[in-house]
């Protein structure tokens, strides 16, 4: 029968090895750091490398001697003292470091803040050259892999927020160095789309050497000359590559360049109900206002034309008073009597003839004459 052992009593045996050797327990290196990270609980997680190795460290808060730790970054070439060990759930082995000590910037840093101070000069990172992202696109060109969760996160977020717009997916090789030639093939195929209205370039994180294609310069330089707005998402929040800085507008991840390359379709039809209840609320305002004008001119005009009805009337009264005195009828009222020859009033006996047919008009009647 075969002797067998378990997973864990081998990784217990390789364990004891490692923790036996005196070298392993106490062994300064020197090397760069890869994927630096500082968490919250004040741990830091890393991983030192040299042209040939990496080797995943750890140094736990308050162990050994760490001046300045939170300036430490990748990039970063140091010189480190600790034990090496083994962490069992994972079967993996790492330096448990005890004391990190700076001793100058790493090579890739050294060529990126070069560059980067080159194109800097250059203006390819003025603000002045900046486009505007487009408010309501209605196709986006993503630059990424066809394969893994960014370009599924940026089409998720697309599809929740403006699922109006249409996604043109360019491939290219995200990582290695090959991968630079291609992305710049990918940002040419969207440039030559008329419809496309702004490009986004997406990675997920990685380490410096993992995201060293977009500090290319040619890249830089083919993103510059773009004529469509480009958002460059590559990396997680703490990843900076020349990209961002030449791009129109940084994201911090790919769900957030979605969210800025387009509006929330909720948010705008909230902002059209909200405008629609204004727009009512100010229409009824500005109607109440004028019909309220309404009403008062109305009773104003009724009031001035009451008024100048009552003085005309007052003004037919004392005519209708004058024409009632002028009236050659009045002194019939009084009793008197009204002679009329051929229809015309006799003002003198002269004017008499024998055999004239006279009419005399009392205020009740008249009587014919003839005058003998």
């Given amino acids: 029968m075969i002797e067998s052992y378990s997973v864990s009593q081998v990784t217990k045996y390789i364990k004891g090895l490692l923790e036996n050797d005196d070298l392993l327990q106490s062994v300064w290196l020197k090397g760069e750091i890869s994927n630096y990270t500082l968490h919250g609980s004040g741990h830091q997680y890393f991983s030192i490398k040299d042209e040939g190795a990496t080797l995943r460290c750890v140094k736990f808060k308050n162990f050994g001697y760490s001046p300045a730790q939170q300036n430490f970054k990748s990039g970063d070439k140091v010189l480190v003292h600790g034990s090496i060990d083994l962490y069992p759930p994972q079967g993996t082995y790492q330096l448990r470091v005890t ?199 109305k009773t104003s005009l009724f009031d001035s034309l009451g008024y100048a009805i009552q003085e005309k009337q007052h003004i037919l009264e004392k005519l209708s008073l004058r024409l009632e005195n002028a009236s050659p009828l009045m002194p019939l009222q009084k009793g008197f009597s009204l002679t009329l020859k051929n229809g015309l009033r006799l003002k003198s006996s002269y004017a008499i003839q024998a055999q004239d047919e006279l009419e005399t008009i009392f205020i009740d009647g008249s009587v014919i004459s003839i005058v003998k």
């Fill in 99 to 297: 004391q990190i000590h700076l001793q100058g910037l790493g090579d890739l840093y050294q060529q990126f803040e070069q560059l980067k101070n080159k194109l800097l000069a250059a203006g390819l990172f003025d603000e002045t050259h900046k486009k505007q992202i487009p408010n309501f696109p209605k196709v986006i060109g993503v630059v990424s892999s066809a394969t893994g969760a960014v370009i599924q996160d940026i089409l998720n977020t697309l599809e929740r927020r403006y699922p109006s717009v249409k996604l043109v997916l360019s491939t290219a090789l995200m990582q290695g160095e090959k991968a630079a030639p291609t992305i710049i093939a990918a940002l040419r195929r969207l440039e030559a789309m008329k419809d496309v209205d702004t490009i986004i370039i997406a990675r997920g994180g990685g380490s410096m050497e993992d995201l060293w294609a977009f500090n290319n310069e040619a890249l830089v330089h083919e993103i510059y000359k773009s004529k469509k707005p480009i958002i460059s998402a590559i990396g997680h929040e703490t990843d900076y590559t020349l990209c961002d800085f030449v791009a129109d507008l940084r994201a911090p991840t790919p769900t957030s360049a979605a969210e800025l390359a387009v509006p929330d379709i909720n948010e705008l039809f909230a902002r059209l109900e909200y405008l629609k209840k204004n727009s009512i609320r100010a229409t009824e305002g500005f109607l109440a206002y004028h019909f309220e004008n309404l009403d008062k001119l």
